[in-house]
């Protein structure tokens, strides 16, 4: 016959750490428990009446308040209090408010067994402490008898319900062959994998070529992807999930895994599986590229016109220097120009970068008629023209465009101070021509 289940309260000891001095102990012996029972289920009562549950379903799980995976810390701390006998030291003949097994401050455990209604064993836990390298906690039995058991028990017991949950949101060992991302302001984004490169396949546009970075960070996202936090007591509409500002489809072959993304502040992202309640917050890194603004995928250099294939090139400003490459050097009608000081000139227009790309029309960002200034570059068989338009940041950013193209970008102060660059500023020192 077995013994009384009690047996397993000792069980549950196998951690701990707090206690600034070793406890009075009665001279009651030292005895061990035999932990045969298996116990599938923890209900954790804080003295306030908060509960949480774990519940071992092939893996311990959290399912109350809300079901989320258990921290592999505390799964592994688990599994070794439940697979092996817990021993413990006699009783404690001290105030017990000193280990926090007072009523105000112990916290409640029930233990159970597979398809148990009924607690099998119930127990206080007070703080942890530790001996050297032993770890130990400080429990009280329901009928207020307290021991120094050999446990770690009330790192898992006291622990926070955030430490408690995995900050682990997805792991794949293999990269997704599709991703899919509906912006409900920006529309729709889709990449697939053909052969071994990734290609944007909607939207389809023109002149898109495709940020290897921002790519490389999305499926990123979808092989290793960890939490910062969690949402708290926050709602669905404080994380702007209702409705998500985007919803994101990853295909594992035939399998699907289906995110909602909210972005309710600047560098605040919100990310939760479809279909349930627990919310994550996720760095900016991740959140911007999942929230699936499409022009975040753009690569910055539109265009790359080769330095040697320039032969001439027109600067905005009221001066509006026309320059001409004659030889190896440069000149402004007459005057000859020093060539370390166009290089670097020509180099920010013939490869320009923006710093990014806006969802703004050419009227509203002061371009095409409206333009501030026009940068000019000539091959010989092309002419390209760049429209600095109006600025839109404290620090002098600008939006801009290719004359040809559809896209804006924003472009730093110190591009519209170059194209406004002035003969003086530009001429060669005496001594050299």
């Not at 029930?110 to 050297?132: D, I, M, R």
């Not at 622990?159 to 997805?170: E, K, Q, T």
Request: include cysteine; glycine fraction near 8%; aromatic fraction near 8%.
């Amino acid at each position: 016959m077995k013994k009384p289940f009690s047996l397993i309260l000792g069980a549950l000891m196998m951690l701990g750490s707090g206690c600034p001095k070793e406890p009075t102990k009665t001279s009651a012996p030292p005895f061990k428990i035999s932990m045969k029972e298996k116990i599938e289920r923890v209900e954790i009562t804080k003295p306030k009446g908060e509960k949480i549950v774990l519940e071992k379903k092939g893996r311990w799980t959290i399912v109350e308040p809300l079901e989320a995976k258990l921290a592999e810390t505390y799964e592994n701390k688990l599994n070794t209090m439940f697979g092996q006998d817990i021993s413990m030291d006699g009783a404690l003949s001290e105030k017990l408010d000193r280990y926090d097994l007072s009523d105000g401050s112990a916290y409640k455990v029930a233990l159970f067994t597979k398809g148990g209604s009924k607690a099998a064993s119930e127990f206080f836990v007070g703080k942890e402490s530790s001996t050297g390298k032993e770890q130990r906690s400080y429990i009280k039995t329901m009928n207020g008898k307290a021991f120094v058991a050999k446990s770690d028990i009330a790192s898992v017991v006291r622990a926070s319900l955030d430490n408690l949950r995995s900050h682990v949101v997805f792991h794949s060992v293999k990269e997704p062959n599709s991703i899919e991302i509906q912006n409900r302001k920006d529309g729709h984004v889709k990449f697939e994998k053909k052969a071994s490169k990734w290609e944007m396949t909607l939207p389809q546009k023109e002149a898109f070529h495709i940020a290897p970075l921002e790519v490389k960070q999305l499926i990123e996202t979808f092989t290793h992807l960890n939490a910062a936090g969690f949402s708290g007591r926050k709602t669905d509409k404080e994380m702007d999930l209702d409705p998500p500002l985007s919803t994101v489809v990853a295909m594992f072959g035939k399998d699907k895994v289906e995110y909602e993304i909210g972005n309710p502040a600047k560098k605040i992202y919100y990310l939760r599986e479809k279909g349930s309640k627990l919310a994550y917050r996720i760095t900016k890194g991740p959140g911007r590229v999942l929230a699936g603004d499409y022009l975040i995928f753009k690569h910055r250099v539109e265009k790359t016109i080769p330095l040697k294939d320039i032969k001439s090139f027109q600067l905005a400003g009221k001066e509006s220097l026309i320059i001409k490459k004659k030889g190896k050097r440069w000149f402004a009608g007459k005057a000859a120009l020093d060539g370390s000081k166009i290089a670097p000139l020509l180099g920010s227009f013939a490869k320009m970068t923006a710093i990014s790309w806006k969802e703004k029309s050419i009227e509203d960002a002061g371009l095409g008629k409206k333009s501030a200034g026009k940068i000019t570059l000539k091959t010989d068989d092309k002419t390209y023209v760049f429209e600095i338009g109006s600025v839109f940041k404290k620090d002098g950013s600008r939006y801009a465009r290719w004359a040809d193209s559809d896209y804006v970008m924003e472009i730093p102060k110190y591009i519209w101070e170059r194209a406004t660059t002035g003969l003086d500023a530009l001429k060669a020192p005496k001594n050299k021509g």
